[in-house]
């Protein structure tokens, strides 16, 4: 039974990494035969997972929108809760949670009921963040995009140009990518026949055309290197500095841009992660407390030109004589 019961959880969890799973590949990827697979399945469907099955040399297996939520047992209430929160995390700025929080979002919006989906969507329109830094992008749009990439199928929308012009786009999606604030999309552009980085909050209408593509390699391999060279996004820094102030006192300060660890009653570690050094420096000066630099070389060298120029400015604007 508990083999039964390890198996039902791995075919359900499977069920929803891809739109559509042939069924002799599911059940290759299970160890079972197909017959063991179709009461796999029908196990499924009695716990209300609504999995539509297809015949034919296409046929296979998919699970559709239905009345209940993964498997965590959650009711209406947690399951808009943990959308809302995932939609958040995904454009938090933390460094690898954007791509981890997409997916999470991608398997929870996917099963939603429609009616939870509205409640989701309405709740992220009217909710500020204070942890968000750019545009706020609608779940189903993030959700719908990396579906796409996920299931290997062209994609349709209408796009705004930084100048302005709003043209109709067909693409072969690769990754979403979180950069600087930002969600980009890399994908080969079907129209212009190269590869492309679009602005995520640029884009609208998305459409999932249903036609798959072979992928094509991506130049260099790497899209986050793609999209900060085609859209001269910066590279972020790890600013690490111990901040002689309780740990408490710290996180009410500058917590919600980045991570305090106590190292002692009067003491903690605090971990900023920006593209610009001059809002890690802002940050520290407003603590009001005593710090030392662990990390990078570079923000040593930025917060001595900081003080260079506060220094010089004293030196300016006090009267002849007194000591700066």
């Not at 609504?50 to 998919?62: E, I, L, N």
């Not at 779940?139 to 209408?158: H, K, N, P």
Request: proline content about 7%; overall charge neutral; aromatic content about 6%.
């Amino acid at each position: 039974m508990a083999n039964t019961s390890s198996r039902t959880l791995t075919l359900l969890s499977l069920l929803q990494t891809h739109r559509h799973w042939p069924g002799a590949d599911l059940a290759d990827r299970l160890g079972v035969s197909e017959r063991t697979l179709r009461r796999d399945v029908d196990r499924l469907r009695e716990l209300g997972y609504p999995v539509h099955a297809s015949r034919g040399t296409d046929g296979g297996y998919q699970l559709e929108p239905g009345a209940v939520l993964p498997p965590l047992l959650l009711d209406d209430e947690e399951g808009v809760a943990l959308a809302v929160g995932m939609g958040d995390a995904a454009q938090s700025g933390i460094s690898g949670l954007e791509a981890a929080a997409v997916r999470a979002l991608t398997k929870v919006v996917q099963v939603l009921p429609p009616r939870l989906r509205t409640r989701v969507n309405a709740l992220r329109a009217m909710t500020v963040s204070a942890a968000s830094s750019g545009p706020v992008i609608p779940a189903e749009v993030l959700t719908l995009i990396a579906q796409s990439c996920r299931d290997q199928e062209r994609l349709c929308f209408e796009y705004t140009t930084r100048g302005g012009a709003r043209t109709g786009r067909e693409v072969e999606p690769h990754r979403l990518v979180a950069l600087g604030g930002r969600w980009y999309l890399v994908a080969y552009d079907l129209t212009r026949h190269d590869w492309r980085s679009f602005r995520v909050d640029r884009l609208a209408l998305p459409r999932n055309t249903g036609v798959p593509f072979r992928p094509r390699p991506l130049p260099g391999g790497d899209a986050a290197a793609f999209v900060r060279t085609a859209a001269q996004v910066p590279a972020a820094h790890t600013v690490v500095a111990l901040v002689h102030a309780p740990a408490g006192q710290v996180r009410r300060m500058v917590g919600q841009w980045g991570e305090v660890e106590p190292v002692a009653d009067d003491r903690c570690r605090l971990t900023m992660i920006s593209t610009s050094l001059d809002w890690p420096t802002q940050a520290l000066g407003n603590v009001g407390a005593e710090f030392e630099v662990l990390g990078p070389p570079e923000f040593l060298d930025h917060l001595r030109d900081w003080g260079t120029r506060f220094l010089d400015a004293v030196a300016r604007s006090s009267p002849p004589g007194s000591r700066p």
